[in-house]
């Protein structure tokens, strides 16, 4: 029951996903050909707890749950269009997972960008040496879980959830899990 509560919760975030990464085109305009302002800066939207919580937590739970779940047996549900789980949904299995790692690797990008605020409002240390090789750290693993997924193999998505786990730790470490709770963050 409480891994169909995390997909659950990853499913839901997935939309959000989707939602957040339309929006930070429309705002920045296309990558790569015309449309957008040439040299237009990315824009902040949300703080470095909501890029968490809404990107790379649900994006992780999709690589951790295909430790224990080939997603090759995972059955699409009854509508896939709307199921609230990555691995069930209509771009559900092993395109799950490498939408997940792809999610990650990407995330990256939205971790370095000047101006992302911690949830206790201070800067998030984005010009740290050590941040951005953690941020790196990151988009490596991303596309580890990717080409575990191209592979379909759950032993890569394991080597995959290894490299997430320690790139994670890293950062969480020195950033996060510190003395003095929130208040402390990012410092």
């Known amino acids: ?4 509560k995390v997909l659950f919760v990853a499913g839901t975030c997935v939309g959000a996903i989707w939602l957040a990464l339309v929006g930070l085109e429309a705002a920045q305009g296309p990558a790569r050909g015309g449309g957008g302002a040439p040299g237009q800066a990315a824009r ?3 703080n470095l707890a909501q ?9 992780s739970n999709v690589i951790f749950a295909a ?3 080939d997603p ?7 509508d896939p269009s709307t199921s609230p789980n990555p691995l069930s949904s209509a771009y559900g299995g092993w395109q799950a997972v490498g ?9 990256a990008n939205l971790l370095t960008v000047p101006g992302r605020l911690c949830l206790n409002g201070k800067p998030a240390p984005v010009q740290n040496a ?5 941020v790196e750290e990151l988009r490596t693993a991303g596309m580890t879980a990717y080409k575990a997924a191209q592979a379909e193999s759950q032993d890569a998505v394991l080597d995959a959830s290894d490299v997430m786990s320690v790139a994670c730790s890293n950062c969480h470490d020195k950033y996060r899990d510190v003395a003095g709770g929130e ?3 990012c410092q």
Not at 1 to 4: A, I
Not at 51 to 59: D, F, Q, S, T
Not at 99 to 107: K, Q, R, W
Not at 130 to 134: A, L, R, T
């Open 44 to 46: 902040v939207h949300g």
């Open 51 to 59: 890029v968490m919580r809404g990107i790379l937590y649900p994006a």
């Open 72 to 78: 090759t047996t995972v059955e699409p549900d009854g």
């Open 99 to 107: 939408n997940a790692g792809i999610a990650l690797a990407e995330s």
């Open 67 to 69: 430790q224990s779940t």
């Open 1 to 4: 029951m409480r891994g169909t």
């Open 183 to 185: 208040a402390n963050r």
């Open 130 to 134: 050590d941040w951005q090789m953690w």
